[in-house]
Every structure is written in structure tokens, then in C-alpha cells.
């Protein structure tokens, strides 16, 4: 495992990374999540990342449970949650969804911080933008949860590039803690964002990326290519809005094209896609999410794929995914 900064801050994350949305709570309970983090850990893996709106708070509930027990020294890992749903989806309290208000803000850290049963939490994200708060609110908001000591850095989650801009300028204006990073969709088939929108984020404010659902939700994996298995993500209610996705007949075409490419490296398709997504020199760690253990090692695999794609590799690469991107 190798190291990269997190933007131009100090901070050093792994290159790749654990996530826990979709499984923490919902398919890996407690004691699932600590064998799997221990795993992770052990293999050089030191940031996982969560959020608020992750099965409504359960899954930093169970991250936070891991945590507890595994007992690791509190300087040996990077935890991050990400605000902007809420969690009383039921009532009429307006402040508590949709809002990147200060209000909001503030119950939600403490609610973060009770749930994972520490005391800061290092990176916190704006889990979208809110186009009903000014973004200033905002900016003071987050600048003053850290300087308060209940976070470390903070970062937007799939921000429009002109939004990212302008909090960061706001930032710098009124001498706040900017904007570190940027949690985008990054995968083969979802591309123009990270390679173009924020071309210019990454050197005039050093903007870093923690990116996520390499694997397309599944779609890189191959599993994908028959239909929708019924243990599989795909299968789940909840995620019925990817079934088109997952079932495209062009992706799965392309997904097989890209398997001849992996057998050529000595890996698997879910492999190549994760270590496609790390060998972006703007991409400080890539999230990975695993259901089971045997998945957590297979796609920790990818490292040692990462400086197998040489640029003749890449080019074939994006011969056969680059049509099909947006």
C-alpha cells in the first residue's frame, strides 16, 4: 500500500480506502465490519469512510462499534462522515434534511460524533451542494466546526466545479479552513467530472479527490453481464435505480472486452478498474466497498495493479471505455 496526500495538506491516506454505504447495517452487521476493517487496516488500508444518511446513522453506528473494539491507536486512521440528508425523514422539521444550513450542521457533527463514540471526526463532507443556503452560511459553518476541534479537514461531495470555487474564495477572504477535497463518482463509464470539470480545481487550489463506486456499483466487476444476480447489489430494493445501469448491453460488451485486457495483466476486471481509477495523479485514495471478506481482499488485489497500466495499457483502455463515458 502506498500513500498520497490529501490534497496539499499534510494528511496521508492510503490509496485505496473503505467505504461503507450500501453494506454497513444493511448486509454486514457489526462483527462483519470489524473483520473486514481489521483486514483493511492490516493491509495498509488507514482511511473508511461513512456519512450520515448511510442506513440513518447505522452505518456510522456500526463503524463506530468496530472501531471500539478493534482499539487501534486513534492516530493510525482516518474516519469521515458527510452531511446534508439528515435523518428525520418522517417529521416536518425542515432544518434537519435537504439543507446545508448552520443549524443543520451543527446537530448533525454532534450526532456523527455520538454515534461513532469519538470525539472528532477527521473529514467531514458537504454530501451535496444546497442551493437554498448561501454558500458563505455554509463555509462559516464548516470552518467553525473545525475550529472548534469536532472535525479536521473539510470537503464537498459532488459539487458543481463553480460551487467548490466559490466557497474556497470565500474562504480564503474571511481566513477560514477552505475546502481540502472533493468526493466525486469516479469509474470508468463516469469520467468527465474528475478529467474535465475540475481540470483547473486541482492546481489553483489544490483540490484533492477521495473518489467512489469504482467499480460502477458492480457493473466492472462482470457479474453483471447475464443479468442481475439475486445475491448481488444490483438485486437489492433499494437499488432498483441502477438495474438500467447495471444491465446496459454496450457496458457489459465493453466490461468483456475489458476482461481480455486484465487476463493479459494477471488480474481481474475489478482489479484493473480500481487501479484505472488510483493511477489519476489528482485521486489521493479510491473508496472501495466489500460485502464479504473474500471481496475486501480481491479488490485490495488492485494495488499491485496500479503500476502495471503503462500508457499503452491505459490507451486500450480507454479505446474501449471512453465512448461509452459521461
Known amino acids: 500500500m502506498h500513500y498520497r496526500r490529501l490534497g496539499r495538506s499534510g494528511l496521508q491516506v492510503s490509496e485505496l480506502s473503505l467505504g461503507s454505504w450500501v453494506t454497513y447495517h444493511n448486509q454486514v452487521d457489526a462483527a462483519g465490519a470489524r473483520e473486514m476493517m481489521a483486514a483493511a487496516y492490516d493491509a495498509g488500508v488507514n482511511f473508511f469512510d461513512n456519512a450520515e ?20 491507536p486513534r492516530l493510525s486512521y482516518i474516519v469521515s462522515t458527510k452531511f446534508f440528508w439528515g435523518l428525520d425523514r418522517e417529521g416536518n ?19 456523527s460524533l455520538k454515534r461513532f463514540g469519538l470525539d472528532h471526526i477527521d473529514l467531514v463532507y458537504c454530501h451535496r451542494a444546497d ?19 469536532k ?24 481566513h477560514l479552513h477552505k475546502p481540502l477535497m472533493e468526493q466525486p463518482q469516479y469509474h470508468l463509464f463516469h469520467r468527465k467530472r474528475v478529467e474535465e470539470e475540475y481540470a483547473r480545481l486541482y492546481a489553483d487550489i489544490g483540490l484533492g479527490l477521495t473518489t467512489w463506486s469504482p467499480l460502477a456499483s458492480g457493473l466492472l466487476t462482470g457479474k453483471y453481464k447475464a443479468g442481475i444476480p439475486g445475491d448481488s447489489r444490483g438485486a437489492m430494493k433499494t437499488m432498483a435505480f441502477l438495474e438500467a445501469s447495471l444491465t446496459d448491453p454496450a457496458k457489459n460488451a465493453a466490461v468483456a472486452e475489458l476482461e481480455g485486457i486484465a487476463a493479459a495483466l494477471g488480474c481481474q476486471v475489478a482489479q484493473l478498474a480500481i487501479a484505472w481509477a488510483a493511477k489519476n495523479p489528482h485521486v489521493s485514495t479510491v473508496i472501495t466497498g466489500a460485502s464479504r471478506p473474500s471481496q475486501l481482499q480481491s479488490n485490495l488485489g488492485a494495488v499491485d495493479v496500479i503500476d502495471k497500466l503503462t500508457p499503452e495499457v491505459l490507451a486500450r483502455i480507454d479505446d474501449i471505455s471512453r465512448p461509452l463515458a459521461k
Open 93 to 111: 422539521t425542515v432544518n434537519r434534511r435537504d439543507t446545508l444550513n448552520r443549524k443543520y450542521l451543527q446537530h448533525a457533527i454532534d450526532g
Open 131 to 149: 442551493p437554498n443556503t448561501p454558500i458563505e452560511e455554509t463555509v462559516w459553518a464548516m470552518s467553525d466546526m473545525i475550529t472548534r476541534g
Open 151 to 174: 472535525a479536521l479537514y473539510w470537503g464537498t461531495s459532488e459539487w458543481p466545479a463553480a460551487d467548490i470555487r466559490a466557497a474556497w474564495d470565500i474562504a480564503e477572504r474571511h
Open 53 to 72: 444518511a448511510y442506513a440513518m446513522g447505522r452505518s456510522e453506528e456500526v463503524m463506530g462499534s468496530a472501531l471500539r473494539a478493534l482499539q487501534w
